[in-house]
């Protein structure tokens, strides 16, 4: 027989088919019954338990510092200013009032009468100096400018000693120092003129008032 008649034998070709079914069997039936089981159980490598400690979790982070505390300098020492208290200026003396006595009026002719004799009293002019003793006032305003001045007046001099009809004649260095001369003539209370014994007005009486700082503030 040769060799293309041997691979067209259907036989041969079966047997070969069942020898290759047969050994597949076996092969699953000894993997069945515990082969297979032994083979796993060698592969299978040991199973081993550790016990893993848990890792405790790190510490928290400190807590952050309190900040600081900002305490506020101190303020500065200012030392109090010296305050120096001005003396007052002393007052200004106002220099003495001058009395000009008016002219002497020639006296008329007359007939006198007769009287019992008596005692004999002089004639006098209105007298100088206040009986009330009221002075000038140095206006405030002239003081502050260090200005002085002078005030000539002019006034009927009463029986009773009160002055009436009183006007400026003449003034130098400001209407202040006449308003105050005006004032002070008004004010004062004077001795009367005589005349016969008898109280009487005089006429036209002139002071000159003269208004002069003190010297300490020349």
Same mark, same amino acid.
């Given at each position: 027989?040769?060799?293309?008649?041997?691979?067209?034998?259907?036989?041969?070709?079966?047997?070969?088919?069942?020898?290759?079914?047969?050994?597949?069997?076996?092969?699953?039936?000894?993997?069945?019954?515990?082969?297979?089981?032994?083979?796993?159980?060698?592969?299978?490598? %040991?199973?081993?338990?550790?016990?893993?400690?848990?890792?405790?979790?790190?510490?928290?982070?400190?807590?952050?510092?309190?900040?600081?505390?900002?305490?506020?300098?101190?303020?500065?020492?200012?030392?109090?200013?010296?305050?120096?208290?001005?003396?007052? %200026?002393?007052?200004?003396?106002?220099?003495?009032?001058?009395?000009?006595?008016?002219?002497?009026?020639?006296?008329?002719?007359?007939?006198?009468?007769?009287?019992?004799?008596?005692?004999?009293?002089?004639?006098?002019?209105?007298?100088?100096?206040?009986?009330?003793?009221?002075?000038?006032?140095?206006?405030?305003?002239?003081?502050?400018?260090?200005?002085?001045?002078?005030?000539?007046?002019?006034?009927?001099?009463?029986?009773?000693?009160?002055?009436?009809?009183?006007?400026?004649?003449?003034?130098?260095?400001?209407?202040?120092?006449?308003?105050?001369?005006?004032?002070?003539?008004?004010?004062?209370?004077?001795?009367?003129?005589?005349?016969?014994?008898?109280?009487?007005?005089?006429?036209?009486?002139?002071?000159?008032?003269?208004?002069?700082?003190?010297?300490?503030?020349?």
């Amino acid at each position: 027989m040769n060799y293309a008649q041997q691979q067209r034998n259907p036989m041969r070709h079966i047997i070969g088919i069942g020898i290759v079914v047969l050994l597949h069997i076996v092969l699953i039936y000894a993997l069945l019954n515990g082969l297979g089981r032994a083979v796993i159980d060698v592969i299978k490598p %040991p199973i081993t338990t550790k016990i893993v400690k848990e890792v405790p979790p790190p510490p928290p982070p400190p807590p952050p510092p309190p900040p600081p505390v900002l305490t506020s300098p101190p303020p500065p020492y200012i030392p109090p200013p010296d305050i120096q208290i001005q003396q007052p %200026p002393p007052p200004h003396a106002i220099q003495t009032v001058t009395h000009t006595p008016p002219p002497t009026p020639n006296p008329a002719p007359f007939v006198a009468a007769k009287a019992p004799p008596g005692p004999s009293v002089p004639d006098r002019s209105a007298g100088v100096s206040p009986l009330n003793n009221v002075h000038p006032t140095f206006p405030p305003d002239m003081e502050e400018a260090g200005r002085e001045g002078k005030v000539t007046m002019a006034c009927d001099i009463q029986p009773d000693g009160t002055t009436s009809n009183c006007a400026v004649v003449n003034v130098v260095g400001g209407q202040s120092f006449a308003r105050s001369a005006l004032d002070y003539v008004r004010r004062a209370r004077f001795q009367p003129a005589v005349h016969n014994g008898v109280a009487v007005a005089q006429p036209h009486h002139v002071w000159s008032i003269n208004f002069a700082l003190a010297d300490s503030d020349q």
